[in-house]
């Protein structure tokens, strides 16, 4: 077994209002099949796209799996939300997340 890390992963979430927005990005195959694997955050960039507003709520989550047509491949997925006190996710919010996927791969044949 090997553990293998992959380039860092850039989400670029376009203004959006009314719902937790969503992406999915595929790493660079690894240099084995990915028996193993975690997404981890390494930065990101928040904003609200019409003025200045309390936060309420910040929410970035990443989940990371195995590409089941290709095992040496991993989708990682992130939610991403800004959300003030007015009750709804009625303001535009904008940014980008950056994650870095670590996995346990089999040797490279």
């Given at each position: 077994m090997a553990m293998e890390f992959s380039?860092?992963?850039?989400?670029?979430?376009d203004p959006?209002?009314?719902?937790?927005q969503q992406l999915?990005?595929?790493t660079a195959p690894f240099r084995g099949n990915v028996t193993r694997v975690q997404a981890l955050l390494k930065g990101f960039d928040i904003t609200y796209n019409n003025g200045d507003h309390h936060v309420l709520r910040e929410e970035i989550d990443?989940?990371?799996a195995v590409d089941p047509a290709h095992p040496t491949t991993v989708n990682v997925t992130a939610r991403f939300l800004l959300r003030d006190s007015s009750g709804n996710i009625d303001d535009p919010f904008?940014?980008?997340?950056?994650?870095?996927?670590?996995a346990q791969t089999t040797a490279a044949g």
């Open positions: 380039e860092q992963l850039n989400f670029s979430f959006t209002a009314g719902r937790i999915t990005l595929r990443l989940d990371a904008s940014g980008t997340v950056r994650a870095v996927v670590i």
